[in-house]
Nanobody, 120 residues
Framework: QVQLVESGGGLVQPEGSLRLSCSAS????????MGWYRQAPGKQRELVAA???????NYVDSVKGRFTISRDNAKNTVTLQMNTLKPEDTAVYYC??????????????WGQGTQVTVSS
């Protein structure tokens, strides 16, 4: 297990930007997939973006072209740069290590979450 701590959430106007950071308690070099999930009120958690140890990234369609995920294995951090934010991006964002969701069960390691609110 690895402990994950997110930072960088907050309130931003539509079309604005935020940068989320995730700090891990140990080396993430051997962790295959680091990712970001989000959960909006009344909705299921969804995978927003993930990056493998080899640097391959994938995104949910709704954020492609607007969000960028990156990992720094030397600093044990993962970031999510979010641009052109929309109100529908409002959610609690969670950093994960080899994370997943199976029914009501959370797999892998999860941070405590950081709130992102997009509103004018």
């Amino acid at each position: 297990q690895v402990q994950l701590v997110e930072s960088g959430g907050g309130l931003v106007q539509p079309e604005g930007s935020l940068r989320l950071s995730c700090s891990a308690s140990r080396s993430i070099f051997t962790i295959n997939t680091m990712g970001w999930y989000r959960q909006a009120p009344g909705k299921q958690r969804e995978l927003v973006a993930a990056v493998t140890s080899g640097g391959s990234a994938n995104y949910v369609d709704s954020v492609k072209g607007r969000f960028t995920i990156s990992r720094d294995n030397a600093k044990n951090t993962v970031t999510l740069q979010m641009n052109t934010l929309k109100p529908e991006d409002t959610a609690v964002y969670y950093c994960t290590a080899n994370g997943g969701v199976r029914g009501s069960l959370l797999l892998g390691s999860w941070g405590q979450g950081t709130q992102v609110t997009v509103s004018s």
